[in-house]
């Protein structure tokens, strides 16, 4: 069986969950900030080889090397994107959680590229709760942000269905 790598992410949990009053508390409230994780070209290569976007701005270093603006090969937009569950999983503890589902995004944006070798981390704000088919409907904002860099990489506005216990 393969080992699963983990992101470095916060042991603090932030709020806790128990119902949907409990995630209506919690609009306009930031609600954690992830501890830095490293983005190396072996997790960019992964990515590439996952989605076949082999793009030379994100596996050809030797190129970057010469022709990028840095030297370094960046981040795919989208692999930043996807580092947000792995970022966020300890910002929120929920209590009789019976299961819970990705509903999408909003809106995203990619505002700063993140080199090879940058650390990034995220940080969430609740920003509206609702009831929508017996679940709670939690639409967070979710900035990554690189280290050293004023403009976060990505702003993206996360939809997780949650349904409880009864």
Request: glycine share 6%.
């Amino acid at each position: 069986m393969r080992q699963k790598k983990h992101l470095c992410i916060s042991s603090n949990i932030v709020r806790v969950i128990k119902s949907i009053d409990d995630a209506k508390s919690l609009e306009g409230e930031e609600i954690g900030v992830s501890e830095w994780a490293v983005v190396d070209q072996n997790r960019i290569d992964q990515f590439a080889e996952a989605t076949a976007d082999y793009q030379w701005i994100h596996v050809d270093t030797e190129r970057a090397a010469k022709d990028m603006p840095n030297g370094k090969t960046i981040a795919h937009g989208y692999l930043t994107l996807a580092l947000i569950p792995a970022l966020s999983a300890n910002f929120i503890e929920f209590e009789n959680l019976a299961r819970a589902i990705n509903f999408g995004a909003n809106k995203v944006r990619f505002y700063t590229p993140v080199p090879v070798g940058a650390r990034v981390r995220a940080r969430g704000t609740v920003l509206q709760a609702r009831r929508r088919a017996g679940a709670l409907l939690l639409t967070s904002e979710v900035r990554i942000e690189v280290e050293d860099e004023r403009k976060p990489a990505c702003v993206a506005e996360i939809l997780g269905m949650y349904f409880f216990d009864e």
